[in-house]
């Protein structure tokens, strides 16, 4: 019998060995704890949690409460291990971090067909099939070894900048022009400051909260990817000859240059979601949208994901990866989890519910359909693997990243709508599973 390499146990790795074993493949595990831990780890069981306890969300109104309905759907381990390990959290689904990784490890130690290998992997085995589901704190010795695979594509440090949702602009203040005419016309949306609103901008970022690294987080940030606050402390108008440079940016409704200018790029192709260019930040969540609401058009932003600057290891995965998560030049590797570019706990449970029946399938000699892009399952992967080269961040789930639907809907009915139809399209798309 072929035999599956997972590399990991945490969220992603114990889900695609638990998929794959449920398809009747036997599947090695590697798992560096307890010999090993990383710097944020302590538990030495499977599938710890670090952050946090919440895995968000479970109303069908967010799209996050969909990714778990349509795990529920699949199978997944993790989705029946938050539900017998939940503890009281209004409307998020909060679970008891020991019981949960206890009740992980006893159902991946008991099942006939998964082998837990205990130690550190520092390479990729060179033969079989294998699914990569290392973490954002990949071994340092692992992450050398997928540098070279990955042809240097590695990234261990995140610089995100906020994205909020195109339906929440006010587009009355907002204007759509690139820098000097170039490109198309509406390449960019700008949000202009006169003098005074630039002033009390850059004063609220100098005394906005802000989150602190851990030790083993604290690097130099490059001049490229400097925190926003960061430029602001530097003097008032660093900003103005840095993200937020007006020139060559004439607003229509005024005919003149405002004394500064925020820039926001497109995030995908249908433009229902822009990033805030330059604003990768450390400024604390509840700082973020307080702070970032006084921007012109911003006041009352819809923010899809938060800026952050932490580390993490992952992947360029839009120029490396396929549909189903393998590696392009390598079609025996699989990656899986965080280190693909998906950020949360659920959303790493799917990629790796994903790459396990994808890899069970290889071994099987079937056929892998992808999950349709109107699931919550096929919009995490078409983020992941069709995303803007040049510009791509980890992303959570989010209705931004759906396929829009036909007509004009109310805002209100929106969501149930885009849950009633990636439903429906799940349980198609399930019945085409071999």
């Known amino acids: 019998m072929k035999q599956l390499t997972v590399i990991g146990g945490g969220l992603a790795g114990c889900e695609a060995a638990w998929q794959a074993a449920q398809r009747g493949v036997s599947v090695v595990l590697h798992e560096m704890k307890p010999e090993k831990f990383s710097p944020a780890h302590h538990l030495p069981g499977l599938a710890e949690l670090v952050c946090s306890n919440s895995l968000r969300g479970i109303s069908l109104d967010n799209a996050v409460g969909l990714l778990k309905e349509e795990l529920r759907r699949c199978g997944s381990l993790i989705m029946e291990t938050s539900e017998a390990t939940c503890v009281p959290a209004g409307g998020a689904l909060a679970v008891d971090r020991q019981l949960f990784s206890d009740h992980v490890t006893v159902k991946i130690e008991a099942h006939p067909l998964i ?122 108008e660093t900003l103005r000859f840095g993200p937020m440079k007006p020139v060559g940016l004439i607003n229509p409704h005024t005919g003149h240059e405002a004394h500064a200018v925020i820039q926001l790029r497109a995030e995908n192709r249908a433009k229902t979601m822009y990033n805030l260019v330059g604003f990768q930040t450390k400024l604390t969540w509840p700082e973020q949208r307080r702070i970032f609401r006084m921007i012109p058009g911003l006041e009352a932003a819809g923010f899809v ?130």
């Open 115 to 236: 082998r837990i290998e205990r130690g550190e992997l520092t390479c990729i085995p060179t033969e079989g099939i294998v699914i990569i589901a290392s973490g954002p704190l990949t071994s340092d010795a692992l992450a050398s070894t997928l540098s070279e695979v990955t042809g240097d594509r590695l990234y261990f440090y995140d610089a995100i900048a906020p994205i909020v949702s195109s339906e929440s602009l006010d587009m009355t203040r907002v204007f759509a022009a690139s820098r000097y005419g170039k490109g198309d016309g509406d390449d960019y949306l700008n949000c202009p400051l006169n003098e005074e609103e630039y002033l009390h901008f850059v004063d609220e970022l100098n005394r906005g909260e802000k989150v602190q690294a851990r030790d083993f987080e604290k690097a130099v940030h490059f001049e490229g990817c400097m925190p926003v606050e960061e430029l602001a402390a530097r003097g008032l």
């Open 305 to 434: 994901r938060l800026g952050s600057m932490h580390r993490n290891t992952f992947i360029n995965s839009p120029c490396l990866l396929l549909p189903t998560q393998q590696l392009r030049n390598d079609l025996r590797i699989f990656f899986a989890g965080q280190i693909t570019g998906v950020e949360g706990y659920v959303e790493s449970a799917a990629s790796g519910l994903l790459a396990g029946i994808a890899a069970a399938n290889l071994i099987q000699g079937k056929s892998m359909p992808v999950p349709p892009p109107d699931t919550a399952l096929g919009a995490l992967m078409q983020h992941i693997t069709n995303a803007d080269v040049k510009h791509f961040q980890p992303m959570n789930v989010n209705y931004g990243l759906f396929p829009d639907l036909p007509g004009r809907i109310k805002k209100i009915q929106k969501r149930q709508l885009l849950a009633e139809r990636a439903l429906a399209s799940l349980d198609a798309w399930k019945a085409t599973l071999a």
